[in-house]
C-alpha cells in the first residue's frame, strides 16, 4: 500500500479528514481559522494500529493539503512526529515562525 492508494475525503460535519484502510476508519480531526489548519488528533481502531499505515494515512492528507496549499499547525503527536521525520517535505506548510 501506498498513500497514493489512500482515498481522503474531507467530513465537514465531524471537522475530520478520514479514509477506509482494512475496512476501519482512519481519521484526523481539524479545527481552522482564517490563515491556520490545526491537525489536533489522529484517529483509528486498533486493526489499524500499525505505524506504516498511519504514516501513510498522514501523508497523504498533508499532500492533500499541500496541493491546497493550506498552512498547518500541528498538534497532534502522531501528525507532529511525522513532520519532524519528514522536514523538508513539509516545513513550508507550517506557518512562519513555527519550528517542530
Not at 6 to 35: G, P
Not at 86 to 97: F, I, Q
Amino acid at each position: 500500500m501506498e498513500s497514493a492508494d489512500i482515498v481522503i475525503r474531507q467530513n465537514d460535519f465531524l471537522r475530520q479528514f478520514e479514509s477506509d484502510i482494512k475496512d476501519q476508519l482512519i481519521a484526523i480531526e481539524y479545527s481552522d481559522n482564517e490563515r491556520n489548519l490545526f491537525l489536533s488528533k489522529v484517529k483509528f481502531a486498533q486493526e489499524v494500529h500499525d505505524e506504516v499505515i498511519v504514516d501513510l494515512f498522514i501523508k497523504a492528507v498533508l499532500d492533500h493539503l499541500k496541493e491546497k496549499e493550506m498552512t498547518i499547525v500541528p498538534t497532534s503527536p502522531f501528525v507532529k512526529k511525522f513532520i519532524k521525520m519528514n522536514k523538508l517535505r513539509y516545513k513550508k506548510m507550517l506557518p512562519v515562525g513555527m519550528a517542530i
